[in-house]
RNA sequence: GUGGGUGUAGCUCAGCUGGUUAGAGCACCAGGUUGUGGUCCUGGGGGUCGGGGGUUCGAAUCCCCUCACUCACCCCA
């Protein structure tokens, strides 16, 4: 079969699959991020993976690209349409609003791991199935939260051993004063549209807020005399910000203040963050989040404090892996892969007995393995070799006659006999 | 959606301005060692040179189309 036979299919543009060996730095990951977690008091939360559109179309915004043309959308059978989530905050809020959880408990705190959606083009770390891992606070506006959520994201970094990330924060205001911020922003930058490149010209209608981080010369001269953010804030959310701040340094959390920082969703209100890591190239964010206190009333429920973040694992990944490379950690001694033991059969008439024995020993709890393709001695001893695996067992007819087990140390190279497969259970178990 | 780059063996890649049966390293398989790996030696299998069309006596090489992958932009994690 070729790549031009009509029967050969492959995976659909921006899907990727995971082997085991790479799916060890992904349990790693899960693993910190898991118990980083639960620490803070984050429980998981599993919502389906997709979702009425209308939730994706309210929560994000109608005029984000992700909506307007990012979303897996589809219409099942009974006419409704439902979209692939593009990320999971939505589907949280939803969840919380549908089972009415605030009733019985106001405050509550989950965490997802698992996969979105977004049909864009594909380029290094971002996929059209992507993996992110997050945390919500829902039900309070104190401050402490926005610090807390961010340093359990740092945290779980820490703990993986990823150094030079870097923590940017800013406030976009409220409902309150955001909107005229907007239209001053909006007044300031038409005065010099001309000046602005093509892109930021169309912004300025479309969501002005992004002008403040386009990466082009022009762009940034203009806006260096533009009023700034926190001038345009109201008092209630400079205090916010404030105790934010204050909080930072209470925990010896490091941060920038990056008064550019804006975000894409529309549900954003108040602190807004992200975690950038430099080894990550042009884009460099691995992790972003903020408050997002008017997203539940926006899709029908209660006024509602909340606030999270989502980590991109692919991004994490990249910098996590480039990061290790440079410190040229060392690789382990045994492969995590490895069997504890590999049965070599010697005969064709010896391989019922192995296959017993194969079972007796997995009952014993020991990693073990044996050959399927009927190969010689020679091939089995190398496959086992290949496989990086502690022990041998080679049984041909003469052990079987005999009674005997014979076990081989393939570090030593010394080789044992046994007539009771608990013993060589416990040699193994005791060679760790 | 826009722009660039790349498609030759399972993997990483050679193959000069078109010239006989397309190569290397690694990997794989077998033998050397008739029941024993990691080193070494010997041999072997495997490619419609991404696909289609064109130019030519002759195309992996030049031209066109197409597909795939990849990087960047937009946007986002």
Redesign the pocket.
């Known amino acids: 079969m070729?790549?031009?036979d009509e029967k050969y299919v492959?995976?659909p543009?921006g899907m990727k699959d995971i082997f085991p060996e790479e799916r060890l730095l992904w349990i790693e990951m899960e693993n910190a991020a898991r118990e980083e977690f639960e620490i803070a008091g984050y429980h998981e939360i599993r919502t389906p993976v997709f979702e009425d559109t209308r939730l994706f179309v309210r929560s994000i915004g109608e005029a984000?690209?992700?909506v307007e043309k990012?979303m897996y959308t589809f219409g099942d059978s009974a006419g409704t349409s439902i979209t692939l989530r593009p990320?999971n905050t939505a589907s949280v809020m939803r969840a919380y609003l549908q089972y009415e959880l605030y009733k019985t408990k106001k405050f509550q705190k989950f965490y997802y791991i698992g996969s979105m959606f977004?049909k864009?083009?594909?380029?290094?770390?971002?996929?059209r199935q992507?993996h992110?891992m997050g945390i919500e606070a829902i039900g309070s506006n104190d401050p402490l939260l926005d610090v807390e959520t961010i340093k359990v994201a740092t945290r779980v970094y820490d703990r993986l051993g990823l150094g030079g990330y870097v923590v940017k924060i800013n406030t976009i205001g409220c409902e309150k004063c955001r909107p005229g911020y907007r239209e001053v922003l909006k007044n300031e930058l038409s005065k010099h549209k001309d000046e602005l490149c093509e892109?930021c010209q169309a912004?300025i209608d479309r969501?002005v807020f992004?002008v403040l981080d386009?990466?082009n010369k022009k762009c940034k001269e203009i806006r260096k005399n533009v009023p700034n953010t926190e001038d345009h804030t109201c008092n209630d959310c400079l205090e916010h910000f404030k105790i934010v701040k204050g909080a930072f340094k209470d925990i010896n959390l490091e941060y920038t203040l990056d008064p550019h920082l804006v975000?894409?969703?529309d549900y954003y209100t108040k602190t807004v963050y992200?975690i950038t890591h430099s080894a990550m190239?042009?884009?460099d964010?691995?992790?972003?989040g903020g408050r997002y206190d008017n997203l539940i009333s926006d899709i029908g429920g209660p006024p509602t404090g909340a606030v999270g973040f989502?980590?991109?694992m692919?991004?994490s990944m990249i910098a996590l892996l480039k990061t290790r490379k440079e410190n040229q950690e060392s690789k382990p001694d045994t492969s995590p892969l490895a069997p504890d033991v590999y049965i070599v059969s010697?005969g064709d008439e010896s391989r019922n007995y192995c296959f017993k024995l194969l079972n007796q020993l997995r009952q014993g709890g020991i990693k073990v393995d044996m050959d399927y393709e009927c190969?010689?001695?020679?091939?089995q001893?190398?496959?086992?070799?290949?496989l990086d695996s502690r022990f041998t067992i080679?049984?041909?007819?003469?052990?079987i006659e005999k009674g005997v087990i014979?076990l081989?140390n393939?570090?030593t190279?010394d080789?044992d006999f046994s007539e009771d497969t608990d013993k060589i259970i416990e040699i193994v178990k005791g060679n760790n």
């Open positions: 070729g790549k031009s492959q995976a543009l984000t690209d992700i990012e990320e977004r864009e083009r594909p380029q290094a770390g971002r996929l992507f992110q892109l912004r969501n992004r386009c990466k975000r894409g969703l992200e190239g042009a884009r964010t691995i992790c972003a989502a980590a991109g692919e991004a010697i190969r010689t001695a020679k091939a001893m190398k496959v086992a070799n290949k080679i049984m041909g007819t003469d052990e014979k081989k393939m570090h190279g080789e």
